[in-house]
């Protein structure tokens, strides 16, 4: 059993022990806030202001910075942009190009017809450029005839390459006749329609003749014929082998004539018409008169 005045010593000592240790918690704590204030002070706030400070610096000149490299990021942008827009027009151009090109390659006969590889040029069917490209897998080349349409019903032409030599007896509207190799025996009637005023690079002339074609003579375009002009028709004409012929040092011709007794003569002639093989004589020869070499 406690008395009263125990009860009270107890209790007062108790709250003076409770009272000691609040002190001394409170005397902890103030050194403790007074550490920290201290630090903070001289350590942590001056640190944190140091770093603040860079990271000022570091902000004004990334500022500064992009205050000179955005206008030159802007511009390149701008630039780019301008480029891409350039492209998408050309690729646009292209596109439609090749749309286009793709439309053509749909080919449709203009008129109904006979399709040939090739082209015809100065008077011959040309296939050997059409031939090499028009196979699987190749490339057609730029300004290359590839085909050529021969109308259905259409009037048959011959086209002849004619030298220097032959424009003499070649005129428009001449008549002759050829053969083919159908029939070397059957021949039909030609007549000149147009004769090349200028030569070709082969120093030929393209002659274009008009043939009538009689019944039973299966021509087709592209097949080649025997042509033969007959350019001139004289009744009583002196013709005379080219080889009878002597020319002069001022490129007139003579021939030698034999007299009654037996002797030559040179007459001096005057020559008309002529191939590689006759000539016809218009003046300083008669009829009954001896040529001999």
Known sequence: MYSEDEKTEETEEIILKRARYYVERAKFSLVSTKANAEMALHTIIPRKLETKKRTLESARIANTDAKQKLPRDLQIKQQ????SARDHQQKEERLA???SDRAMMAITAPIDGTVYYGEIKNGKWQSEAAAKVLKLGSKLRAYTTLMTVIPAGGSLKLYALAGEDKLAGISKDAAGYATTKLNPYKAFSVKVSDVASHPSTKNTFLTTL???????ISVVPGMKANVKILSHIMDDALKVPVEYLSEANDGSYTVQVKLADGKPATRAVTIGASNDKWVVITEGLEK???IVK
């Open 210 to 216: 008009e043939p009538t074609l009689p019944s039973g």
């Open 288 to 290: 009954s008169q001896v």
């Open 80 to 83: 780019q942009t301008e480029k």
């Open 97 to 99: 190009k090749l749309k």
